[in-house]
């Protein structure tokens, strides 16, 4: 997992960079202290790739949840959906794709689970995942484990 954690920390420098930018002109020391840094949270550490394929997700309107388990080459995700069509699928997997580019060495197993009137309790049955996103418009509440919305990369 060393890859997640190396492209974790070249996202921080990005963004510090680019806050230094905006605050050219100003005092010295001025870029350090505009810049909102990500809190580490244990249940979210590792899980970069994970974090930004939801986000890239989440304003899918068929997409309702993220779920995932780590692995030893990168990540089981199962990504729960209203519905689906061809279109849909391949929206799905080009985001997939493009988080597999960023994080280079790091796979993303996905999997899509068709809702179909099913409860998230018939869906995951069984189930414990390590991290679960749930999307801003999905219509289910999430239950106290969930994590309401992910920090952006």
Request: zero cysteines; charged letters at 30%; glycine letters at 6%.
């Amino acid at each position: 997992m060393s890859a997640v954690r190396d492209r974790e920390m070249e996202l921080l420098a990005k963004r510090l960079e680019k806050a230094g930018e905006k605050t050219k002109g100003h005092e010295q020391g001025a870029a350090i202290s505009s810049v909102a840094l990500p809190k580490l949270d244990p249940v979210r550490e590792g899980f970069a790739p994970v974090i930004e394929f939801y986000h890239l997700l989440k304003a899918l309107p068929f997409v309702e949840s993220v779920h995932a388990d780590r692995e030893s080459d990168g990540f089981v995700v199962w990504v729960v959906v209203s519905h689906t069509e061809e279109t849909d699928r391949e929206q799905i997997y080009e985001r997939e794709w493009e988080v597999m580019d960023n994080y280079e060495g790091v796979g993303l197993d996905v999997h899509l689970i068709e809702r179909d009137g099913r409860t998230d309790s018939d869906l995951l049955a069984g189930q414990n995942f390590e991290i679960t996103l749930r999307a801003p418009h999905a219509e289910t509440k999430p239950s106290a484990q969930v994590l309401e919305d992910a920090p952006t990369a």
